[in-house]
């Protein structure tokens, strides 16, 4: 509850000089390698190049940096790399081949420089790096007035933070999310500025509950209420760069098993084996795809986490089976908190192991969540990571090969919200409070999961869904936004949201289609699905006491359009597979917010409701109630209407009319965009591949797009058993169109046992040569859309 109590004066503090102490001047300091340390007059400052694009920079009052604490978020230590230094008299010049810092002396302070134009980026201001006695640390940066910046993990609002002040605590929020609902699940003190096309990153690694605030005009700060000051400075000079260095840090996510791509169904709950068994059966008859159903609380035994209630799915393994062999995994949610049930196995095995969290005292800490008084599991401990991972044979031998996270904030049901700050995790030999580590629960808890089900899965590839989750959290789980609600608000928002993660390094990431709480309608749930469709997770799901909102649950005329567009994502998979595979490999998110692919233009600095799916496709869904037409703002550059083909040159804003049946798309001149026909699950053999080649302009760049494919489930992909096709298209002549194909790696035989190509945009009379060779035409032109031939590929 919250009334006027919550602006009392004493609640109002602010990060001022007042209290805090400057590191001082730089006194002298010592090098050796890629590491220096900067001996100031009130503290260490200490320097290391994790590469020639990373800087790691310390601040310690009083000795030396710990560069060990909590190091499992990062994957590399540092790498040799060549500093060359100049000294003089008022500052220090440090330079790699792709970076160069400046540490002015009197008194110090670290910024780096734009290497074209020799502007300062990131620097620091009067302010500094500062520390107080009661072991907050603060960092203070100049603003400048065309700074904008991205990324911070999960956040509302908007999706350039500029003039926000944002809190990491991982934190329930079930309340309706909106601009200032701060902070939500996850954590991810990471952000990204932008100034005319340059870009810069921070991460700022400090696990406490920490603030950025950017809400001043010359300069913004990161603070944290404890720990050492501690951020690690990526060079660009672009975006897609600083992401590539980002994640190059904490990791990338994995390529997910293909079920996992396709379209989930979920609700709190879905409460026996009857109501699943009526729900595949409504999905088969009316042939909607569907991949995944997941399992909420009930399906456990009084909410006890490892069990299935008898009564209600009685023969869960049966059901399980079964709906594998048709295609369906079934995702069962795993809470942290266990029952206190002197009585049930996994808590008796908990306490025997001193598995839980204790308190300062050593007693078990005890909090309610679902299956009332529970006990958390301490996931800092190594033992209890594996002794946890082990736990989901349970889930394992009943075929189960998806795991739902939730609650691990972890979610506590009393004032704080979460486990008592007094809390001393063990964390592998350096015992920390839970006010330092809270942050990182959620993140250990999938990790530990993640783990535990690759070692019970035999080479197949698993997926977790979390909530909670701090920088690196991608590497384990793919992240839902928790509980929105059926607002037009909350769909509109999930675009910059989920954009916002994946410049943060979470690629995989989505919102509950439709809506968790409050109840939907047919057109936000068709609404919701056209956009769902092409997020990179998509999920249904919705709360108890809402209605229902399974594709069918407003009628004939929505649930065609729904299912059109479910069908649309099995359609697009290739192409969202092979994106999730860029992902894997680069860091470089699937959903872009445009200023990622086209960081000059202005325009797309705070476009919030559109994205780009890849580099290629631009996709412009519509948030509002009754609404049938839409601005949508092209970058320069031509573009085909996806579904009518029509071109429309770019560097503007278009009006365009979207019905209720439409989602805007628009592919960008030279795309090649493969598609697959729509199936009922993605475990059926995609049969046919089509590749759409949207004609370049005659002389332009060959078109390219490199096809991936791998058996889609197992992690033989990693040793070579994958396939790998470039493809250029190019208009050597005004008539003819040269596509030619290269089989890069032909470790997998793809299942295609046929192979068209369309072009789109082609005038009358083209040739189109494949490798050299002219290609028979399959349809000469496809009825109704002039400018589209489809031809034999062989
Ligand atoms: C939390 C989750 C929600 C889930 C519910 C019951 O609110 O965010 O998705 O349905 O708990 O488990």
């Given at each position: ?16 000089n ?101 502007k ?24 400048d007035?065309?700074?904008?910046f ?65 809400t ?49 169904q ?43 209630d ?24 795993v809470?942290?908190?266990v ?42 401990e ?37 486990m ?8 592998d ?47 384990y789980?793919?992240v ?99 994106l ?36 290629q ?134 299942s ?43």
């Open positions: 509850m919250q009334n006027s109590l919550a602006i009392h004066p004493d609640h109002f503090r602010q990060v001022q007042d209290g805090f102490t400057d590191i001082g001047s730089l006194l002298d300091y010592e090098s050796g390698g890629n590491t220096f340390r900067l001996h100031c007059q009130n503290g260490e400052v200490t320097a290391v190049f994790y590469n020639a694009s990373t800087l790691r920079v310390t601040m310690n009052p009083d000795g030396e940096a710990e560069l060990g604490r909590n190091s499992h978020v990062l994957i590399p230590g540092p790498e040799e790399t060549d500093v060359r230094v100049e000294d003089a008299e008022d500052r220090l010049l440090l330079e790699t081949n792709s970076m160069t810092v400046v540490v002015s002396k009197n008194p110090c302070r670290i910024t780096l420089l734009d290497r074209a134009t020799g300062a980026m990131a620097a620091e201001t009067e302010r500094g790096m500062m520390y107080n006695a009661r072991g907050e640390v603060a960092c203070f940066k100049a603003m007035a065309d700074d904008h991205y990324g911070f993990g999960e956040k509302a609002g908007f999706l350039d933070k500029r003039g926000e002040k944002m809190t990491m605590w991982n934190t329930d929020v079930y309340a309706p999310h909106n601009q200032e609902t701060d902070p939500l699940y996850v954590s991810v003190p990471f952000f990204m500025g932008l100034r005319e096309g340059k870009a810069y990153g921070i991460f700022f690694f400090n696990t406490f509950r920490t603030v950025l605030n950017l001043g005009e010359q300069e913004y700060f990161f603070w944290a209420e404890g720990g050492q000051l501690d951020y690690f400075l990526f060079a660009g000079p672009g975006p897609k760069e600083v992401i590539g260095q980002y994640t190059a840090l904490t990791g990338r996510i994995p390529l997910p098993p293909k079920w996992a791509i396709g379209y989930h979920s609700r709190y709950s879905y409460q026996s084996e009857a109501e699943v068994r009526e729900l595949v059966a409504s999905y088969q008859q009316k042939q909607i795809p569907l991949d995944a159903i997941h399992l909420d609380i009930h399906y456990m035994n009084g909410y006890r986490v490892f069990t299935f008898k009564s209600r799915f009685p023969a869960a393994g049966r059901l399980i089976r079964e709906l594998k062999e048709a295609g369906i995994r079934i995702v069962p949610i809470d942290p908190g029952k206190a049930d002197p009585e049930y196995g996994v808590f008796k095995q908990g306490i025997a192991q001193g598995a839980f969290c204790r308190k300062m005292d050593g007693s078990v800490f005890y909090g309610q969540v679902w299956p009332e008084k529970s006990a958390f599991p301490d996931f800092s190594k033992d209890v990571r594996r002794w946890w991972g082990s736990l989901h044979r349970y889930y394992t031998n009943l075929g189960i090969e998806g795991i739902w996270n939730d609650m691990n904030e972890p979610s506590v049901f009393n004032d704080s919200k979460t008592d700050l007094d809390v001393v995790h063990g964390n030999g350096q015992p920390a409070t839970h006010r330092e580590l809270h942050n990182l629960y959620g993140y250990l808890m999938s990790k530990a999961t993640y783990e535990g089900m690759k070692e019970e899965m035999d080479n197949k590839r698993p997926f977790v869904l979390t909530r909670a989750g701090y920088a690196g959290i991608q590497r789980a793919a839902w936004t928790g509980d929105n609600r059926s607002f037009w608000e909350h769909l509109e928002m999930s675009m910059p949201m989920c954009m916002n993660m994946g410049l943060s390094g979470i690629a995989f990431c989505g919102a509950d289609v439709g809506g968790f709480a409050h109840d939907s309608n047919g057109q936000l749930l068709v609404r919701w699905t056209q956009l769902g469709a092409l997020m990179p997770y998509f999920r249904n799901h919705s709360e108890l006491k809402s209605i229902r909102q399974e594709p069918w649950a407003f009628g004939p005329a929505i649930e065609a359009l729904v299912k059109r567009y479910i069908t649309l994502r099995y359609q697009w998979l290739p192409y969202l597979y092979g999730f595979r860029e992902a894997s490999l680069t860091g470089i998110p699937l959903m872009r917010p445009l200023l990622l692919e086209y960081p000059q233009d202005v325009n797309t600095y705070n476009l919030n409701d559109q994205f780009m799916l890849g580099s496709v631009l996709v412009a869904p519509v948030t509002r109630p009754d609404t049938n037409v839409r601005a949508v703002y092209l970058p320069v550059g031509r573009w085909f209407d996806y579904w009518t083909d029509q071109v429309l040159e770019g560097g503007r804003h278009v009006l365009v009319q979207a019905p209720l049946d439409v989602l805007p798309i628009y592919v960008k001149e030279g795309a090649i965009l493969p598609h697959v026909p729509g199936r009922l699950t993605t475990g059926e053999p995609e049969e046919e591949l089509v590749l759409h080649v949207y004609l370049p302009q005659p002389g332009a760049d060959a078109a390219e797009y490199t096809l991936y494919e791998d058996d889609g489930g197992s992690f033989d992909y990693s040793r070579g058993a994958l396939y790998e096709q470039r493809i250029t298209a190019a208009l050597s002549e005004p008539l003819t169109l040269d596509i030619r194909a290269e089989i890069i790696c032909g470790g997998y035989a793809p295609w046992k046929r192979k068209t190509i369309i072009v789109h945009g082609a005038p009358a009379g083209l040739e189109v040569k494949v490798d050299g060779v002219a290609a028979a035409l399959r349809e000469p032109e496809l009825p109704g859309l002039a400018g589209r031939i489809a031809v034999e590929w062989e």
